[in-house]
């Protein structure tokens, strides 16, 4: 319960509550115009204050994380397990958390600090949720649990976005989440709502790993891709090739002058080339000298005589002598060009015998070097074949590892199928076993919308094939006022519910939010149904109003509606608000 809200600045309207009903209610002086607004005066922020107060995180640049609003430190004084306490936190240190008063029964203790008994803000938010509803100390760590921050929220309801449905908090709110905080706060088997969700995480990431593909371009394998059947047939393929690159690199013989070797090899076939090229033109060569022997004959002299008559030139006796001479000559030049052409084709066969001999010689070493070469190799391609053979070892334990994990992946498939049914089944019986807090909880709910309506509302809980499922209904519903009526009848079983139970936030605070178009006979109603439950049960009701909403010509004569209010804020000027200045 909640006893005051204070600041360390001067202008802040500092307000006490006291068990029961309690009003701030922002009113409308005489004086002010037609523009001016009671929004704005601090209605919300008290909430906001409360809320930050009991561990909330600030929204920077807005709200009270406003750099207005620096060095500003506010202090809520309630009652925790039955002892007074005051705590304090300033929007410069938002995490430390200053104590004040007995804490002798918590569980974690505030430390010495500088004359101040200061707590962290997740120590801080692990004692209200033991103290407030009995959560275990270390809560706040572990996954899919409620925490105190989220239960505390449909008590104390912040911002418009917590008014659209019963079961959430805020718009965003995961499903998982909804789950889990309304079974636990309605005192069903919330642990099922848990369970269910840890299996969907299980669920999801298979699906995910499934989802994943072979890039075919890369060869790049990532997750597990193809079917089984697939995955052998790959490995069959993989497996040969594994054997031929073994069996490869067996036989291989590594020569430890393999490039001197080849270089040689290499020289021997350009001197062989050569060779055989030079003796090709020699042959033809030969040929030529060949034919040319053969043609050369020697003339008569009768040709020669001719070829003086056919020039019409007589020849005298003397040339006739000096003819005699010639054809000697020319015999002799004759016989010259022929002892010249058996000199030059001996040469040539020569030459060309000596090549033969040469290419055969050249031939003979070099078959050597490539006999050599074909059965050894060098050291850089024998570290090649080995590599090759290490990347198709791995290549074979890869898809070995996925068909293993497609395997597994297919049992834990069904094995997901399976414990989803074990689970759906066990919530249902624990659902059944939980009747009698089930039908408290309905009955409550009925009860409360009745008071409002003349007809009982209904709040309907299954247990379907996705954990736990809430709906509420109230007969004419669909305008907004009557959808905030069902989220005032739900959080007002939740407060009458957990009055029963110890331990116990004992309070219930809303957002004049929460009566936004609810006609002002509805408005009467659930303030009269707040002010008696709260009284009956035990615990603290305050609410936040515009004075316009308030509609005092409705009330029970004996519902002295003023004698409710703990603070009034005014649009007379800044100065009064509830924090004494406008930012």
């Not at 920077?60 to 309630?78: D, H, P, R, V």
């Not at 084709?345 to 290419?359: F, G």
């Not at 570290?383 to 992946?409: C, G, M, P, S, W």
Request: proline content about 2%; hydrophobic content about 35%.
């Amino acid at each position: 319960m909640i006893r005051a809200v204070r600041c360390n600045h001067a202008s802040f309207k500092a307000v006490e509550f006291t068990p029961g009903f309690n009003v701030v209610l922002a009113d409308r002086t005489e004086e002010s115009g037609t523009k001016d607004s009671r929004n704005g005066l601090g209605k919300s922020t008290l909430i906001e204050i409360i809320h930050f107060c009991l561990g909330a995180t600030l929204l920077k640049a807005k709200g009270l994380g406003s750099k207005n609003l620096q060095g500003w430190a506010f202090s809520l004084e309630l009652t925790l397990a039955n002892q007074v306490i005051t705590v304090t936190r300033s929007t410069d240190e938002q995490s430390k958390i200053i104590i004040e008063g007995d804490t002798t029964s918590w569980h974690i203790q505030p430390k010495e600090k500088e004359g101040q008994r200061v707590m962290s803000l997740k120590n801080w938010k692990a004692v209200l949720g033991n103290l407030m509803f009995d959560l275990p100390i270390d809560n706040e760590d572990k996954k899919f649990q409620p925490t105190f921050r989220s239960l505390i929220s449909y008590f104390i309801r912040r911002g418009r976005d917590a008014f659209s449905t019963p079961f959430e908090h805020h718009r965003k709110q995961l499903e998982w989440e909804k789950q889990v905080n309304n079974s636990f706060l309605l005192g069903l088997a919330w642990e099922d709502a848990r369970d269910l969700q840890l299996l969907k995480d299980q669920q999801k990431l298979l699906d995910d790993i499934k989802k994943l593909k072979k890039d075919t371009e890369t060869g790049v394998a990532i997750g597990i891709f193809g079917s089984l059947g697939e995955l052998e047939a790959l490995k069959v393929q993989v497996e040969s090739q594994l054997r031929e690159r073994k069996e490869t690199l067996s036989n291989f013989r590594v020569a430890p002058q393999y490039h001197e070797l080849e270089a040689n090899a290499n020289r021997l076939t350009a001197e062989i080339h050569e060779a055989t090229n030079n003796n090709i033109a020699d042959q033809k060569l030969l040929e030529f000298y060949q034919a040319s022997l053969e043609a050369e004959n020697e003339p008569s002299s009768e040709d020669v005589t001719r070829i003086y008559e056919s020039v019409g030139i007589e020849l005298p006796g003397l040339v006739v002598r000096r003819l005699e001479e010639v054809e000697t000559f020319h015999r002799r030049l004759i016989e010259n060009r022929r002892e010249f052409l058996s000199i030059e084709i001996a040469r040539i066969r020569r030459d060309i015998s000596s090549r033969e001999r040469l290419i055969r010689e050249k031939t003979e070493e070099r078959a050597y070097f490539l006999e050599v070469l074909q059965t050894h190799g060098a050291l850089e391609e024998y570290t090649r074949l080995q590599e090759l053979y290490l990347e198709t070892v791995a290549n074979l334990n890869d898809i070995n590892k996925r068909i293993e994990d497609l395997n597994k992946f297919e049992e834990g498939k069904s094995a997901l199928k399976i414990e989803k049914e074990r689970l759906i089944q066990r919530a249902r019986r624990d659902y059944q076993e939980r009747r009698v807090q089930v039908n408290r909880a309905i009955e409550l709910f009925n009860t409360n919308s009745r008071f409002l309506y003349d007809a009982p509302g209904r709040l309907i809980i299954n247990v379907g094939d996705n954990g736990f499922q809430f709906k509420v209904d109230i007969s004419r519903d669909g305008s907004e006022g009557i959808d905030n009526m069902k989220i005032f009848c739900y959080d007002l079983m939740l407060a009458q519910l957990w009055s029963e139970r110890t331990p116990s936030p004992h309070i219930l605070i809303h957002d004049s939010t929460i009566f936004d178009g609810v006609d002002e006979r509805q408005v009467r109603l659930a303030l009269e149904l707040a002010d008696r439950e709260s009284r009956r049960c035990g615990f603290q009701y305050i609410c936040t109003l515009n004075s316009d909403m308030v509609p005092y010509s409705e009330f029970a004569a004996d519902f002295d509606f003023d004698s409710f209010v703990r603070l009034r804020l005014t649009d007379e000027n800044d100065e009064s608000g509830l924090l004494g200045i406008r930012f």
